[in-house]
């Protein structure tokens, strides 16, 4: 239960930070109250773990052979992918996902009235944190993770790594990103995965 529990939130806290959902919640952070949006956005993040933990507790009754794999053959993917995305990406502290959050937020900001209620505000970061976390690769590593490990481990690992991020944004995520350099952090998600790759592969053989 521990390696899985240390598995989801370093998975988790690594591949969030400064990622959309990230940028989401720092953004409204700075329109509406620190701690509907904290709670909306940990809410939305909870319920994506939790059905990503089901989705991957399902898969485990498959063959182990081929769940062994695919789990392989996923972190591998996302690993290279990401360090393919980090050698094309310029070494200044700059992120990309804060221009499509930013327009995600102003979009959905543009439907809604300028009085809000408290419940909107809520409703509001649960639903653009889910969006945007549904079909992130963090949901597959996630599912990965579920089939393998322990699944109340991987839950509290990464339900927790969720709220780390989150509460770093809500507190201050744009100053601190405007620091964060987004190749480093492409760079550790990468080998973090390859790392898990042949944890899995050692496992396998």
Known sequence: MLTAFTAGLLLITVSELGDKTFFIAAILAMRHSRRLVFAGAIAALAAMTILSVLVGQ??????????????IALFVGFGLKLL?????????????????????????????????????????????????????????????????????GVTTGAILGHAICAAIA??????????ISERAMTVIGGLLFLIFAAVAWMEAV
């Open 58 to 71: 399902t898969v485990s009754l498959l063959p182990k052979q081929y769940v062994q794999f695919a789990e």
């Open 84 to 152: 393919y995305e980090a050698s094309k990406m310029s070494g200044k502290a700059e992120c990309d996902e804060a221009e499509e959050a930013l327009a995600a937020v102003k979009e959905a900001e543009a439907k809604m009235p300028r009085r809000q209620s408290k419940l909107a505000v809520l409703l509001k970061a649960f639903t653009m944190t889910f969006v945007a976390e549904w079909g992130d690769r963090t949901q597959f590593a996630t599912i990965t993770l579920a089939a393998s490990y322990n699944a109340v």
């Open 170 to 179: 809500v507190m201050g995520g744009r100053f601190i990103a405007k620091r």
